[in-house]
């Protein structure tokens, strides 16, 4: 069973910066895709950004230009670096391994943005 960890969430004023990270329990971690959702009170998860095991990259549209995924394969560990935080980035974002054969969640970290 592959354990994945976040860390990194807080809160920040409007304009600030987090950067989490999402440690897996796996050296297997450059098989797999890998996500980020979030997901704020009364709504739907959502996926924000993702890079595959090439590393190509794609990002929801309101965090284009702010958000930035990236991994380190040698680390087993995942980054979502957030820019220019807004109170509508408030959720709690979790980080998402992906194969053709299984998946695994890690447990959540929470970004809290004031206006």
């Known amino acids: 069973q592959v354990q994945l960890v976040e860390s990194g969430g807080g809160s920040v004023e409007a304009g600030g910066s987090l950067t989490l990270s999402c440690v897996s329990s796996?050296?297997?971690?450059?098989?797999?895709?890998m996500e980020w959702y979030r997901q704020a009170p009364g709504k739907e998860r959502e996926q924000v950004a993702a890079?595959?095991?090439?590393?190509?990259?794609s990002y929801e549209e309101s965090v284009k230009g702010r958000f930035t995924i990236s991994r380190d394969n040698d680390a087993n560990t995942g980054y979502l670096s957030m820019n220019f935080l807004t109170p509508e980035d408030t959720a709690v974002y979790s980080c998402?391994?992906?194969?053709?054969?299984?998946?695994?969640w890690g447990q959540g970290t929470q970004v809290t943005v004031s206006s």
């Open positions: 796996s050296k297997m971690f450059r098989f797999y895709d």
């Open positions: 890079i595959t095991t090439r590393r190509k990259t």
């Open positions: 998402h391994l992906r194969s053709a054969r299984d998946d695994y």
